[in-house]
């Protein structure tokens, strides 16, 4: 587990970005407790602009999600039990104008999400690595909406299922220190 001298909750310390999930899917129930953590991230004139769609194992739209991605992602993503395609739609609605915030603020959403599901035993892993184009299509969006990341979903599984490469590459990574991230003050 990662450390730190801060006050910060555990689930900052525990999570980390797996490329291994067990066989077990996260029950619908607990699904939308991690989507209801995102209702109450803050927005620009409360707009909320993000939107999900959940392809379950099995499913018809999880096959065609793990298509979108790249070879890579797909390599690690085949036992996935549930993508999420994290959308932002991109124009206000009470004002048609263009929300220059709206990936900001499916930002938030996300780490709200993430931490949510942390706090269930529930592992994450955001992917920019898909054909936003191809996703755009298969989802029939508008022009206003913007697929901006999908997420791999559901329980820890083991990693000597990964290969040798992404082994290497599992578990918590280190973080630098917060007084090295700060410009100025």
């Known amino acids: 587990m990662r450390k730190t001298d801060r006050n910060i909750m555990s689930e900052f310390l525990t999570r980390y970005s797996t ?10 129930e607990n699904v939308l407790d991690i989507l209801e953590a995102a209702r109450f991230a803050p927005s620009s004139g409360n707009e909320q602009p ?9 499913t018809e739209l999880h096959r065609h999600i793990l298509e979108t991605l790249t070879e890579k992602n797909q390599a690690w993503n085949e036992g996935t039990p549930v993508f999420l395609v994290l959308i932002a739609k991109q124009r206000f609605t009470r004002v048609d104008r263009e929300n220059h915030w709206a990936n900001f603020d499916l930002g938030s959403a996300w780490g709200f999400m993430q931490i949510q599901a942390q706090r269930l035993g529930i592992a994450t892993h955001a ?8 996703i755009s299509r298969l989802l029939e969006l508008k022009e206003e909406f913007q697929a901006v990341v999908v997420v791999a979903l559901g329980y820890y599984g083991d990693p000597a299922n990964l290969s040798e490469k992404d082994q290497l590459r599992h578990g918590p990574k280190d973080r630098r220190l917060v007084e090295d991230s700060i410009w100025t003050e």
Request: hydrophobic share 45%; aromatic share 18%.
């Open 19 to 28: 490329r291994t999930f067990s066989n077990q899917i996260p029950s619908r």
């Open 50 to 58: 993000w939107r999900f769609v959940l392809g379950w194992k099995g």
């Open 127 to 134: 992917m920019a690595g898909f054909d936003a184009e191809a």
